[in-house]
C-alpha cells in the first residue's frame, strides 16, 4: 500500500525511443537527478525529467530506481536546453541527454576526487596586454553594455584581433563574477589558444572541453561548470551542453565552421544551441568570423544580430596582397605554376616560409589501369579507394577501408597502373624533388594524426625549422606562423562548380582564412590562387578583400533559387542493404506527410550523393518551408508518425534538421 505513495518518476534513458520510462522513486529524487534504473536485462543511467503522483502504468508493474548518482541536480535551464534540442532536432531526449552529459556521468560513474589545488598561485605573472585599437574598443564596449539576450556579430578580416576582443570581453564577464563559454572549431582548438587563455587569466579555473580531453577529466570540467567552480568553459561543439549556473557570456569563434554541426547521432548544430541557450538565459553572444556563414550575416544585415566590425590587422600593416595566377595557357610542373614556383623560390632566398593549400590528403584520389578503365573503388561505397604512398596503402577516406597498393591491375594484369590525381603526398613529392635543399612540412590528417604529433608539427613551424608546408584545411585556422610570407592555392576550380549550393561559401571561407596566415607579422604577405577562371566574382571578391560583396551576391543567388537562409530544410535520410527498401520507406513517408497537410514542400526520394557506405545504400527526402515553425510543427507531428511505419529489419532512419551535407 505505502509503495502506491511513492512518486512516479518519469526518466530519460537512452534508447531510440521518443519516450520517458516511469520508475517508482522515493520524496528526495528531485528533476535533474541522475539514477541508475533497471531497463530489460540490464541496468541504465538516465535523467529524471519530472515527478508525477501517478503513472500510466500499472503500480505493480513500476520497478523501482536502483541508485541515485551523488551529484547534485542538473537545473532546470539544462533540462530546458536539452528539451529544446530534443523537439528541434527530432531527436528522443534520452539520446540529448546521454550526449550531452560528460563520458563517465552517461555510465552512471563519478571521476575520483582529485586534491583541491587552488587556481592561480603566488608566482603567477600578469599578462601582457596590447593597447586595443579603435574597432576593438568599440567591439568590447558594446558586448559588455549589453543586457539581456544580445546576439552580435563580429565580423573582423583575419588578423584584426577578434580574440582579443573575446578575452576582454571575458575579462569583464569574471570581473563581475560570472561565467563565459567559448566555443571553437573542432581543429582550432590548439594548445595555443588554451594556453592564451590559460595565460590571459591565472586565477581563473578553466574548464576544457573538446574529445582529446580524457573521460575523467570531461566529467571534472563538467561538474566544475556545474558547480560554478569552473570560470571559463572553453571547448568544441560539445561544450555546448556544460551546466553554467553565473553564465554571462558566449563567444563562438570560428562561428561559419561545419565542425560546429554534428554529423552523426544527434545532428545538432552547436552555434544556432548556443543562440538558442543566450536567448533562455538572457545572455550576449558574440560570433565572430573572417568569413561568417550566410545564415549569420543574414541576420546581422537584417538586424537581428547587431554587427560589429574590425576591418583593420592588429599587428601587419595590411591584409596579404592576392593575386590570381591564370593556368589556362601554361602547361603546369606537377600541378605548379611557374609563377608560384617563382614566388617559392623568393622565400627560400629570404629565408622566409611558404604555405601551398591543398584540400585533398592522400598521394593521389584514385588508383587506375588505363588499358583496362579498372579503377581503385572501395567495395564497401560509392567512393574511390585514396593512395596513400606513405605508407604504401590504398584507402577508403570515407569507411576506412585498407588494402596493399596492387602490382599489377587485378582485372587484366596490366603492370602499368597509375595514380591519377594529386593530393598532399604527391605534391609534397614533387616539391622535394624541385627544392632539394628546402626543408618541407607535410600538415594534414595523417602526418597531424594525434594530439602530440600536431602539436609538434606546429612547434616545428614556430621553430622555423621549415621552409614549404604543404597542408590541407587544418593548417587554415587561427595559427600565427611570423615567417609566413606566401600561401599558394594549388587548385579550387571544382568547388565553383559544384552541385553542393553551398560548396562557394566553403570555398570563399577556406582561402579567406588559409590567406590570412600569411604576412601576419612584420613581413608583408602574398597570396596566389592557380585558376582557369581568373575572372570568376567569387576569387574577384577574395583579390578585393570584399566578403561583403561575396556575401550579398551569393545571398541574392539564394533568394532567387529559394535556398537557405531564406527556406528552412529538413532531411529524412534512409539506409538500407537494398536500395529500393530505402526508397520505399521514403515514398511511403512521402504518402503520411502529404495525408498530414501542412505548408511544407516535399521533394521525392532520392539516392544521396555518396549513395553507398559501409556497404548500406542511403537515399533522402527533402522538406522545405519558408516559415520555420510550420517546418517545426510539421516535423514534429510527422516524425512521431514515423516511429509506427513498418520497416525491413535491417533499415535505419533518422532526421537531419538544416542539414549542411546532401
Ligand atoms: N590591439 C592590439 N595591438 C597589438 N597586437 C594585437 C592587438 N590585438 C591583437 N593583437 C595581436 O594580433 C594578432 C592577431 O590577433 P588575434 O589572434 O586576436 O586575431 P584574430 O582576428 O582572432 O585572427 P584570426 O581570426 O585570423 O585567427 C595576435 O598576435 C594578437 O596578439
Ligand atoms: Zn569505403
Redesign the pocket.
Known sequence: MSQALDPVLQVALDVPLPRLFDYRGSAEIVPGSLVRVPFGKGVKTGVVVAVAAQSDQPADKLKAVEAVLAVTPLPSDWLALCEFVSRYYQHPLGGVMSLALPPLLRQGKLPRKLKEKPAGGAETVLPVM????DE?VVAVAAISAASGFAPFLLH????????????RAIATVLERGGQAMMLVPEI?LTPQLEG?VAARFPQARIAIAHSGVADAGRTRGFLDAHAGRADIVLGTRLAVFMPLPRLQLIVI??EHDGSFKQQEGLRYSARDVAVFRAKQRGVPIVL???TPSLETFHHATSGRYRLLE?TR???AEAPPRVAVVDTRREKLQDGMSAALLAAMSERLQRGEQSLIFLNRRGYAPVLACPACGWISGCRRCAANLVVHLADRRLRCHHCGLEAGIPRACPDCGNVDIHPFGRGTQRLEAALSERFPEARILRIDRDSASTPVKWAALLDAIHEGSADILVGTQMLA????FPKLTLVGVAGADAALFAADFRAPERLFAQLM?VG??SG?AALAGEVLIQTEYPSHPLYQALIAHDYAAFAAAQLAEREQAGFPPYVFQALLRAEAKQLDDALAFLAAARESALALGGSVTLYDPVPMRLFRKMTLERAQLLVESASRPALQAFLTSWVAGLYNQKTPRDLRWHVDVDPLEF
Not at 596590447?130 to 585599437?133: A, C, D, E, Q
Not at 573582423?156 to 578575452?167: A, D, H, Q, R
Request: hydrophobic content about 30%.
Open positions: 596590447p593597447v586595443m585599437l576593438q573582423g578580416i583575419t588578423g584584426s584581433g577578434k580574440t582579443e576582443v573575446y578575452l582550432a592564451r569563434d570560428e565572430g568570423s573572417a574590425l590587422r592588429a599587428v585556422k587561427g595559427h600565427d582564412q590570412g596566415r601576419r
